[in-house]
């Protein structure tokens, strides 16, 4: 893991994408301090560009944009941060299960993994998220339920792969029980490349809650950038800076965080690695 | 003596920082003359592999390069031609043959249109004339019906045929240079003998000259006209194969020679009469009959019967697909069995399920071939040695107290106990997986090829250790191996398997002595260098030179 790491600092482009990563979460950390107060408030005349009074200019009811997105920063990362964790929590059960004691088992929780590959990923979130009513928490399940299968195959994959090894058949050779085999000695030796996908995921995440809110299946009560950019679409020929600040915020951010995760990935993933 | 084909001068390549040395190779001098095979011989690590690779232009730039020196062939320095000039010589003037020949060629493609790709891309002969150059070729290494064989795909080829392909494949623009790496290493020792044999037929025909790298002593008294041993990445000595073997000057290549296991008779040992602690009975396992569409099964095991005596090696000898490996496995119940008995000490285990296993598990444990796949590479070495006894209820403090120890035993330093396995090297990996076979303290030692990945040198002290650890724990051993000179160093019995079925098996200098099976002869008359190790037992001045 250290030399993994190493390995990482010596990629230009990941070490870029980690800086933009780094100040959005100042940002988020700053923004009580940066903006008081609730970003829902009307605090200027409607519609003023930006440059002036008000950095990034104002909306059509008068809103701050800048605390907006600083706002919405917040609920972007905790969204793909949470969504990712429930992703990844599921998608190791289940592919985990399935890669270790492969047979019947892996053959019905496989095909329930395709099943929900098979279904448009955007088409499912809105689904779940219009059944349970639209909150941080549906958006966070609706994201990780239809995020989980490519973790799954990945984890089934490693697994498989893993149980053929030497070494974890000198473990049942000692006598070790299935948990110990998994939780020792599985899990750890493919933590390096569920790090490497799940990094990517939080960008995919983050995408979807954008395409939720924009489509007004966001919370209502929470600032997002999703929200910005439906509420801006409106006048997006007389008053393009609404739309527009979220939408850079958001392509920063999906950047930053797949420049990291492939940084991850080539530094974490000896198959990828140059020899 | 004829001008060498290729004149290797001073030639050194560079390593990039961080290796465990500057430079893969260093000042190498060596001359490759036409009709002769030059064996280059050393351990792993050596850099051997690197010269074949310098020769080719095919080091992995810009990491490992050319550091100084010149290549020269046909007139031409091979170190400072360009891609376009190396590309004209590669294939057509020097030629190469690999360990593994199913990586080298393409899946996708019959031999024939791979052979057929070659002559078109480097001759402008026609479509007919190329078909009979094909099957002419194919036939020169004795391949069975060419015309068949030519419409196969590398995956219908056995290991040997797809072997003699890749020759007839290197063979086919007749070049003057023919570099072989390790080519007969991933092959059976009857097969080995086979293609060494062909290659050595073939060069002689043609007068081609080859570059031939080994690590095996065997090998290189079989084939060689002449040696040279690389010694981290230095010549330390080179001269005709009958000197290099019979006279060697340096310390390093007296102490490998020394390390090849013999070829010698066993002494006799008498029988012993000690209790049973593995009997198996008419052992069933088949692979692949399982599953939603059935598919044909392959009969791994086919009503094996084993024995082990209390205190006794016993030798499963056999070449690869012949069942050794699944009767190891079968025995320790890593695997579970069709049919059959497996008893430890009387207790049939071999219907039992993986709980009811587990008590029996302390008794009966396993050395694995591959020491850098058998160690978790995410423990440390004291966690992977106490492991065992942790699962079987000793208390973490105890049983760490115990692997330290058993380091002392296996004989690694105690400041091993912190490191991760990645830190050692082969030999050292296999000392800690002894050292957690032995952490349980079992009665029955089951080692499936625990030497086969190793360095002869360090293969000899591996070998040397589990003969100490077994007198001194008073262990039984089974003793999976393909090679029969480690067999008859280790083993008070022997039992030769073949197609999943044990063909003879007898006391070891019985089996030395007089093979009753005609595969059992077979498996003696293929060891390589059979003939050099019977004359070196015999007294100096009795030696022939060829």
Known sequence: MGAGLARFARNRMALFGAAILLGLLLLVLATPALFPGDPFRLVGPALQPPGGRFLLGTDTLGRDVAAQIAYGARTSLLIGVGATLGAILFGVIVGGLAGYYRGAVEIVLMRVTEFFQTIPAFVLAILIVAILSPSVTSEIIAIAAVSWPGIARLVRGEFAALGGREFILACTGLGASDARIIFRHMLPNCTAPIIAVGSLLIGTAILIEAGLAFLGLGDPNVMSWGLIISAGRAVLRSAWWICTFPGIAILLTVLAINLVGDGLNEALNPRLRER | ?546
């Open chain 2, 1 to 546: 003596m004829t001008t060498p084909v290729l004149d290797i001068e001073k030639l050194s390549i560079g390593l990039p920082p961080g290796a465990d040395r500057a430079q893969a190779v260093t000042d190498v001098d060596l001359a490759l003359r036409a009709g002769a095979v030059t064996c280059l011989i050393g351990e792993s690590g050596s850099g051997k592999s690197m010269v074949a690779r310098a020769i080719l232009g095919l080091l992995p730039k810009p990491h490992v390069r050319i550091a100084g020196g010149r290549l020269l062939f046909e007139g031409q320095d091979l170190a400072a031609i360009d891609e376009s000039g190396m590309r004209a010589i590669r294939g057509a003037r020097i030629a190469m043959i690999f360990q593994e020949p199913m990586t080298a060629l393409n899946p996708l493609h019959t031999i024939g249109r791979q052979l057929d790709e070659i002559l078109r891309i480097h001759t402008t002969t026609g479509r007919a004339a190329r078909r009979d150059r094909i099957l002419a070729l194919l036939d020169s290494v004795h391949l069975p019906d060419p015309a068949r064989l030519a419409r196969a795909f590398p995956h219908q080829l056995s290991g040997g045929q797809r072997q003699r392909a890749m020759i007839a494949m290197a063979l086919a623009l007749k070049p003057r240079l023919l570099i072989a790496d390790e080519p007969t290493t991933a092959l059976d020792v009857t097969t080995q003998a086979q293609i060494l044999h062909l290659i050595r037929d073939l060069q002689r025909e043609h007068g081609t000259s080859v570059l031939f790298i080994t690590h095996d002593f065997g090998v290189v008294a079989d084939i060689a006209d002449s040696v040279a041993v690389l010694q981290k990445g230095r010549l330390v000595e080179q001269g005709g194969v009958a000197d290099v073997l019979g006279r060697p000057q340096h310390p390093y290549t007296r102490s490998l020679i020394a390390a090849v296991p013999k070829l010698a008779p066993p002494p006799v040992r008498p029988a012993s009469t000690a209790p049973l602690v593995v009997e198996g009975r008419k052992i069933e396992k088949a692979y692949g009959a399982r599953g939603l569409f059935g598919g044909r099964a392959i009969r791994a095991l086919a009503q094996v019967d084993v024995e082990l005596r209390r205190g006794e090696t016993l030798g499963v000898v056999g070449e690869s697909g012949s069942g050794k490996s699944t009767l190891a496995r079968a025995v320790t119940r890593l695997m579970p069995v069709d049919g059959g008995e497996i008893l430890l000490s009387g207790h049939n285990v071999a219907d039992l399920s993986r709980a009811q296993m587990r008590p029996h598990r302390k008794r009966v444990q396993m050395v694995f071939q591959d020491p850098y796949a058998s160690l978790d590479p995410r423990q440390r070495v004291i966690d992977i040695i106490a492991e065992g006894p942790i699962i079987h209820g000793t208390t973490p403090a105890v049983a760490q107290e115990e692997a330290r120890v058993l380091l002392g035993l296996v004989g690694l330093d105690p400041s091993a106990a912190r490191r991760f396995p990645h830190e050692f090297s082969g030999g050292q990996r296999q000392r800690i997986g002894i050292a957690r076979a032995l952490a349980l303290r079992p009665d029955i030692l089951v080692a499936d090829e625990p030497v086969s990945a190793l360095d002869v040198s360090v293969q000899a002290q591996i070998l040397a250790l589990l003969a100490d650890i077994k007198a001194r724990l008073q262990l039984s051993m089974l003793f999976v191996t393909h090679d029969l000179r480690v067999a008859l160093q280790v083993c008070d019995r022997i039992a030769v398997m073949r197609q999943g079925a044990v063909v003879e098996v007898g006391p070891t200098a019985e089996i030395y002595a007089s093979p009753k099976h005609p595969y059992t002869a077979a498996l003696f008359a293929a060891v390589p260098g059979a003939d050099w190790q019977e004359r070196a037992s015999r007294p100096i001045h009795e030696r022939t030179h060829a």
